[in-house]
């Protein structure tokens, strides 16, 4: 039984526990969201290592980090290391996108073996690697590579189902055209083979497949906005009302969907985007990919998206893709992964901060406090990125005898405000006014609210040198 089905039933299962644990919530409120099909728990049972979590409206704004080799790189050991990356700087689930450099195979079962977070996929990726052409392709080998991957205990796939036949004459006249990989895949095959999307037309079968291994749909927006000319256009919206008849098929199967949706938004359009997706898909939770409110920065797309996604955060989607500084430019590095996680976890924070869940804000207060009490390593505690604070500090004030110092280089002693204020209070008597007293151990907030990021359960994750040095090797050896 998949989590909707128990969740319909009236269970309460263990991982509606643990989230009710991590989110500060009653199980039994977790229970009601998934069985209404506004939350998703996207749990494999073949997922071993998970710590289970949720992506909902009514909870904690989720980040998902893109992982995952291509035809230049990557090993085994390499991508572990990017999931590793991913969790530390705290990805609530990561997709293995891998396209190439290597078996496929054994990058993602290393990944799903290795990885407390869901992993989510897109199976058109891998079916694409196994043909010559793309009209090649037929609907048995893309319900093979889907049941496969399922039964390596994949927790969430992205399928672009909602990409039809009628719905490819209305992209004439974009920009951008298709800039969706599965999206332009299928447009593609589609005219090549002068037949319906088979996504499409197998949709039961693979809501059966699901159903088995409780694998969560993410409804691939094919169709999505790659520039903000094209944003709320006929074929990006035609294409949703398709995914709304979809998720109410996967939902009469007992199967748990979230929808993905654009793009490129101009920042005016966001809230209203994600009000006709939650209109159109009766409420299933929408996992935006940014969006990019402006198309003039290349090189900064964590940032043009990032303000996008606290904008979509804040007017009701449930997970944030992130997007990294190697948006349209290359394959991202470990760096890339710091930054763009860094973006997005700001976005998801301000945006329960502004949506004012329990508690939210208790990290800014307990951040700013140590900031005005001058306590430096504190700060560094609890900033989103401590190495990073600490590291800019320290260029110009690297000693000791800095680390209680009431000014830092920025503004220098004879200028620090701080330093100023408190010494004006002091002589006033008016010091002991000053609220110092957030307790993040009393707060309320979900983990995610609170630092450090990345803070995972990973008591079932079996460790890294295991996986490269035994179970890969197998992997590879069964080859
Ligand atoms: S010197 Fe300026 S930036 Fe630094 S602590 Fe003082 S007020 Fe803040």
């Known amino acids: 039984m998949t989590q909707l089905e128990r969740a319909r039933a009236g269970e ?44 909902g409206r009514e909870f904690s704004t989720k980040v998902n980090a893109n992982i995952g080799a291509s035809e230049t790189t990557s090993d085994i050991s390499e991508e572990l290391e990017k999931l590793h990356t991913a969790v530390h700087y705290g990805a609530d689930t990561v997709m293995d996108l891998s396209t190439g450099g290597g078996d496929l195979d054994a990058i993602r079962q290393a990944n799903v073996d290795h990885s407390p977070v869901p992993v989510g996929t897109v199976p058109i990726y891998e079916a694409r690697k196994q043909v010559d052409a793309v009209e090649d392709l037929t609907a048995e080998l893309l319900l093979d590579v889907i049941e496969k991957q399922a039964e390596q205990g994949v927790d969430y796939m992205t399928i672009h189902a909602g ?25 593609q095959w ?74 490129h938004v101009p920042m005016d359009q966001i809230p209203e985007q994600i009000e006709r997706q939650r209109e159109v898909c009766d409420g299933a939770p929408f996992y935006v990919l940014g969006p990019l409110v402006t198309d003039v920065a ?28 190697k948006e349209h430019l290359g394959l ?19 945006a329960d901060v502004a949506n004012d869940r329990p508690g939210a804000s208790d990290w800014d207060d307990a951040l700013s406090e140590a900031r005005y009490a001058f306590d430096w390593n504190e700060q560094f505690d609890l900033a989103l990125d401590p190495e990073r604070a600490k590291e800019y500090h320290d260029q110009t004030l690297p000693g000791d005898n800095y680390k209680d110092a009431r000014f830092c280089s920025m503004c220098g002693a004879e200028f620090c405000s701080m330093r100023i204020d408190q010494d004006a209070r002091d002589a006033d008597g008016e010091m002991d006014d000053i609220a110092d007293d957030t307790d993040l151990d009393e707060s309320p907030a979900a983990d995610v609210n609170r630092p450090p990021v990345g803070s995972h359960d990973t008591s079932n994750v079996p460790p890294v040198e295991d996986v490269v040095d035994d179970a890969t090797e197998d992997l590879l050896a069964d080859d």
């Open 12 to 55: 309460v299962t263990s991982a509606m526990e643990r989230i009710a644990e991590r989110e500060q919530v009653d199980p039994e409120y977790v229970r009601e969201q998934v069985a209404e099909g506004q939350a998703v728990i996207p749990a494999n049972r073949h997922h071993d290592a998970l710590d289970p979590m949720i992506i």
């Open 163 to 187: 990409v039809l036949m009628e719905h490819l004459p209305l992209t004439d006249g974009r920009k951008t055209g298709i800039v969706s990989r599965g999206g332009s895949l299928l447009a």
């Open 190 to 263: 589609i005219e090549e083979n002068a037949m319906q999307n088979p996504l499409y037309t197998h949709f039961e079968e693979i809501c059966e497949i699901f159903a088995e291994h409780d694998v969560t749909f993410s409804l691939g927006d094919g169709l999505r906005p790659g520039c903000i000319a094209d944003a709320g256009d006929e074929a990006q919206y035609a294409e949703l009302e398709t995914l709304g008849d979809l998720t109410r098929t996967a939902w009469d199967h007992d199967v748990q969907v979230m929808v993905e949706g654009p793009g």
């Open 298 to 325: 290349p090189g900064y797309d964590h940032i043009t998206s990032s303000i996008g996604a606290a904008i979509a955060g804040q007017s009701g989607a449930a997970m944030l893709c992130y997007v990294t500084p």
């Open 332 to 350: 991202p590095d470990k760096e890339d992964v710091r930054d763009g996680l860094a973006a997005y976890r700001i976005a998801a924070h301000a």
